[in-house]
Structures are given as structure tokens and as C-alpha cells.
């Protein structure tokens, strides 16, 4: 027994000491944050732009959709969730365009 309890610790313990390889998509993320140049900075902030838009459109869509679950009928409050799924996709659109906004933007600045 103690024989197989040391192969098995000696197993976990070079499985732990082996580096891992680097996840590609950290690698880009770690690449982009590392570019000082403009258009670098921009991407940046386009990204972050894109996600808070959908990350908002997200909440708003879920707040929309339980506020028409609890509406039990009521004119108002049907109303109020159907003007909150309707902010929601405007947020998703915003979102799908910011990407096209910022090459457009870029072309016209000539970065």
C-alpha cells in the first residue's frame, strides 16, 4: 500500500512541476496589451466599449424579461418590459456596430 501511495505522489509530483502551455487566447489578449501604439490603444477601448454594451443589453433584456413575467396582465408594467426588450436590442445593435464605427472612425482619422 505505501508503495503505491508513494507512486502516485511521486506521479502528482511532477505533473505539477511541468510548465503548462500558455492558453492561445491569453497569449493575444497579453500581445494586445502590450501594443503602446494607437491604433493598439484604440482596439482596446473598442473592445471594452463592445463588452459593457453587451453586458448592459444583457441585464437589461433579463430585467425586461421578468418585469414582463410579474406583469400579471397590466398595461403599464407590459409596456415598460416591451420598452426594455426594445432598449436591450438597441444596446446588441450598438454592440454589432462598434466595430465598423471604430474602422470607419480610423479611415477618416488615417490611423
Known amino acids: 500500500m505505501s508503495a503505491h501511495v508513494a507512486r502516485l ?3 502528482l509530483a511532477s505533473t505539477t512541476t511541468r510548465p503548462t502551455p500558455p492558453i492561445p487566447a491569453l497569449a493575444a489578449v497579453i500581445a494586445q496589451a502590450a501594443d503602446p501604439t494607437l491604433q493598439g490603444v ?3 477601448a473598442r473592445n471594452v466599449v463592445v463588452g459593457l454594451l453587451v ?3 444583457t441585464l437589461q433584456l433579463t430585467i425586461a424579461g421578468v418585469r414582463y413575467l410579474f406583469a400579471a396582465g397590466e398595461p403599464e408594467q407590459l409596456d415598460k418590459a ?3 426588450v426594445r432598449a436591450a436590442a438597441i444596446g446588441y445593435g450598438l454592440a454589432a456596430l462598434a466595430p465598423g464605427l471604430v474602422a470607419l472612425l480610423r479611415q477618416i482619422v488615417g490611423v
Request: aromatic share 0%.
Open 55 to 57: 453586458a448592459l443589453a
Open 82 to 84: 416591451k420598452r426594455g
Open 42 to 44: 484604440i482596439g482596446r
Open 9 to 11: 505522489l511521486a506521479g
